[in-house]
Nanobody, 116 residues
């Protein structure tokens, strides 16, 4: 069955960094656009970044542009989100998403907390 497993979340200090990973299985990873979303308590889930199937095009929300970098390794079936200069407002559950045509898969989420 399809699985997306995120890892790498945790506690970081303001100005610190974390790298999230998401490994997919049960589908042809290299054909899918991969995205990272986040959802803070009491807020709607929002798109953070996405990357096309071949990795040639990336897109970022304005709030993370210049601080976060999305990348993928289609051999390892893994997408990454490198986060630097973290801010308290980056605190949220981060979700990995795989999409292609009518197919849309989600991971279980990993918590990122930015606090001193």
């Amino acid at each position: 069955q399809v699985q997306l497993v995120e890892s790498g979340g945790g506690l970081a200090q303001p100005g610190g960094s974390l790298t999230l990973s998401c490994t997919g299985s049960g589908f042809i990873f290299r054909l899918y656009t991969m995205s990272w979303y986040r959802q803070a308590p009491g807020k709607e889930r929002e798109l953070v970044a996405d990357i096309t199937s071949g990795g040639g095009v990336t897109n970022y929300s304005g709030s993370v542009k210049g601080r976060f970098t999305i990348s993928r390794d289609n051999v390892k079936n893994t997408v990454y989100l490198q986060m630097i200069s973290l801010k308290p407002e980056d605190t949220a559950a981060y979700y990995c998403n795989a999409s292609r045509s009518v197919n849309n898969y989600w991971g279980q989420g990993t918590q990122v907390t930015v606090s001193s």
